[in-house]
């Protein structure tokens, strides 16, 4: 008999969910990959972490990350509206496919998978596709010949991308792929356009990310609980709390409800009015940086909500704080600036530090 594991959230749900049934359903893959999310999700209010669920079903963790968010995309554009066809196919395939429209809105999720439909794009696709509605969606004053639509809205960012090259060849298939997606005739026209027009529009420069690395061991201070000043009592001292490193950047949690880091005095760090540290991989900065992903640390400056080009933003999408860069003003709202990426100091050993007899000759 499989263990329920402790601590449920929900007590009175596992009484009425046949923990077995669901389980053994999973095992053998029975009924659809919508199915097989919702059993996931399921699972996992239950208690069962991603790991659990693998060890009983064989689902990986990456899978079932999956497919409980493509079920809950699919859930949402039923609830949109898509054709029949559309709802038959993503119904039993394409769970790749509506993955990656969790960045987009409801009503953008349900168009966006008509036309995944409509076109039978792969993942790479859609993943370029769903990018372009989005980034397209934040444009505070749309286009001339191009609408709403999602395959103006892709044909929108090939337009941009085809006016910026001079290869001929590169422009010819441009604008072959955005002829393919284009939807009003106004945005066609403005494809076919670039047949005739061969001039050359300078693309705006990606800023660079301010980013740092940890170097020096001096460069990462370590922080102390302040006791008082004396005279002070046994019960001051022992009240003290316990200080708790997390690495790689040294954050501090104490029993209330924050954390507090150190970072280095840089002036930077010294001339920002409102800062405040978020971490993230690497992975999901909008700029790739060099070398294996890792987690960073980003600095923003709170009081810092006017747009310019030269920086990157923070701002809240669909209630998720995401970092940007805007070539042109936002209609989201600005939250803040990042003034500092900081990547943590390389340790080639860190026990090296730790053995006392290991001294220099």
Same mark, same amino acid.
């Given at each position: ?198 001039? +050359? ?6 800023? &660079? *990310? =301010? !980013?740092?690395?940890?170097? /020096?061991? $001096? %460069? ?55 800062? +405040? ?6 992975? &999901? *900065? =909008? !700029?790739?940086?060099?070398? /294996?992903? $890792? %987690? ?66």
């Amino acid at each position: 008999m499989t263990e329920i594991p402790q601590n449920l959230p929900d007590s009175d749900q596992q009484n009425t969910v046949d923990v077995e049934g669901v389980l053994r359903s999973l095992r053998r893959k029975e009924g659809t990959w919508v199915e097989w999310g919702q059993a996931c999700q399921t699972l996992q209010k239950m208690g069962y972490n991603p790991q659990s669920i693998f060890e009983e079903t064989g689902f990986e963790p990456i899978q079932q990350n999956q497919i409980v968010v493509a079920a809950q995309v699919y859930a949402s554009i039923l609830a949109v509206g898509v054709s029949d066809a559309a709802k038959e196919y993503f119904g039993v395939k394409g769970s790749d496919v509506l993955y990656e429209l969790r960045i987009l809105t409801q009503p953008e999720r349900a168009a966006m998978a008509e036309l995944a439909f409509e076109k039978k794009l792969d993942m790479n696709e859609v993943h370029e596709a769903a990018k372009a509605v989005k980034e397209y969606s934040r444009l505070v004053n749309k286009p001339e010949g191009f609408t709403d639509h999602p395959g103006d809205a892709i044909a929108y960012q090939i337009w941009r991308l085809t006016r910026q090259k001079s290869d001929l060849q590169e422009r010819s298939r441009l604008i072959a792929k955005g002829l393919r997606f284009a939807h009003s005739d106004a945005a066609r026209k403005k494809i076919e356009q670039l047949l005739t027009d061969f001039s +050359v529009v300078p693309a705006t420069p990606t800023p &660079a *990310l =301010p !980013v740092y690395r940890l170097e /020096a061991t $001096e %460069e990462l201070p370590r922080l102390l609980p302040v006791i008082g000043k004396l005279p002070l009592t046994k019960a001051d001292l022992q009240a003290a709390p316990l200080v708790e490193e997390i690495e790689p950047f040294r954050i501090v949690k104490f029993s209330g409800t924050g954390a507090w880091v150190a970072i280095p005095g840089w002036q930077v760090i010294l001339a920002a009015e409102d800062p +405040v540290a978020i971490l993230c991989d690497s992975e &999901a *900065l =909008p !700029v790739a940086l060099p070398g /294996a992903p $890792e %987690e960073v640390m980003v600095v923003v400056d709170r009081s810092q909500r006017d747009w310019d080009p030269r920086h990157y933003f923070v701002v809240d999408n669909a209630g998720q704080l995401q970092i940007q860069w805007f070539e042109y003003e936002p209609e989201a709202t600005i939250l803040g600036q990042v003034i500092l990426v900081m990547r943590p100091k390389k340790v080639l050993d860190d026990n090296y530090t730790k053995e006392i007899w290991q001294i220099d000759e």
